[in-house]
């Protein structure tokens, strides 16, 4: 039986770029785009190994992906990584902004210095993205940003910085999808519940609490995240802009 797939891959074609893609959520996007066709250029802070290991993962399956070290917080390390993929491509067609750092402390305890990271990396990153792949986006693409429930929800002491963070992600994909609508460029915020990954391990006391909030007590899985990313950088999604889609389990609901 000739068991080759003979329908286009959804993805087939399109140029990646996603931002912290050696571990958690953004290795679940890296891992999904690739195997619907896409060529995917991922970036890493610390992750050298867990990087190179995706990529050759990646290429062992018939995809195809790229690892790029550059820190979120180094605006001209993240420009320069985007221009390089677009030069090398000609174009980009997806950006995904998954990096992000959850840095925790109550007011009398949270330093400047985190909450100047958290904001270095969860947002001023993603605007610094935006602005270096747009140039080279056509009608037709599609950013997606990683925000959070938190950003509806936050039911915890001692994150308030890192909920400000996600906040400001639903703000920058609402005005920025009536800059870019004109253009036929997409701008979403996918806002996951917990999700089991190093940031937030899925088993203990604090996770306990949370399924205690929770329509659906568990954690979800970077590839159920990924799912909803890979439509969102479809054609199917064309229609969809400036949305905030909530995965999380009934977290804010
Ligand atoms: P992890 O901590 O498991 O992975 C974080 C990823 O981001 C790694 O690939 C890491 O790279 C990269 N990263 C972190 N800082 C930087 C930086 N300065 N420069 C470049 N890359 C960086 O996190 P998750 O997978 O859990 O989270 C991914 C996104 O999803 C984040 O934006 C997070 O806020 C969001 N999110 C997560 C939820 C969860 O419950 N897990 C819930 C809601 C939202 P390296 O490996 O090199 O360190």
Redesign the pocket.
């Known amino acids: 039986m000739n068991t080759t797939n003979h329908f286009p891959l959804r993805h087939a074609e399109k140029i990646a770029f996603v ?10 996007i890296v891992r999904r785009l690739a195997s619907e066709g896409a060529t995917v250029a ?7 190994d ?2 190179q290991s995706l990529v050759q993962e990646i290429a062992a399956a018939g995809g195809k992906a790229l690892a790029l ?6 605006a001209n ?2 420009t320069g990584a985007i221009g390089k993929v677009a030069a090398q491509f000609g174009r980009l067609d997806i950006l995904v ?6 840095l925790m402390g109550a007011i009398d305890d949270f330093s400047l210095a985190d909450f100047d ?1 958290t904001v ?3 947002v001023r ?1 993603v605007f610094v993205a935006i602005k270096a792949a747009v140039p080279h986006m056509s009608e037709g693409g599609r950013i997606i940003n ?5 950003a509806h929800r936050m039911p915890f002491a001692g994150a308030a910085a ?1 909920a400000m ?2 906040s400001a992600l639903s703000g920058l994909t609402q005005g920025l999808s009536r800059d870019l609508g004109p253009r036929g460029i997409t701008i979403n915020n ?11 391990p899925p088993t203990g006391d604090f996770a306990a609490v949370m399924h205690g909030l929770m329509a659906l007590p568990r ?2 899985s ?1 590839e159920e ?1 990924a799912g909803m990313v890979a439509y969102l950088a479809s054609s199917e999604a064309a229609f969809v802009t400036g949305a905030g889609l909530k995965i ?1 389990g009934g977290f804010a609901a």
């Open positions: 931002t912290g893609g050696s571990r958690g959520i953004g290795a679940a991922f970036t890493y802070q610390r992750s050298a867990e990087a070290q550059a820190d979120a917080a180094d390390a993240l902004n998954n990096a992000g750092v959850l990271q270095a990396v969860n990153a990683i925000g959070s429930t938190n890192y963070s996600k996918v806002e996951p519940g917990p999700v089991a990954t190093d940031m937030n954690h979800g970077g995240v999380d």
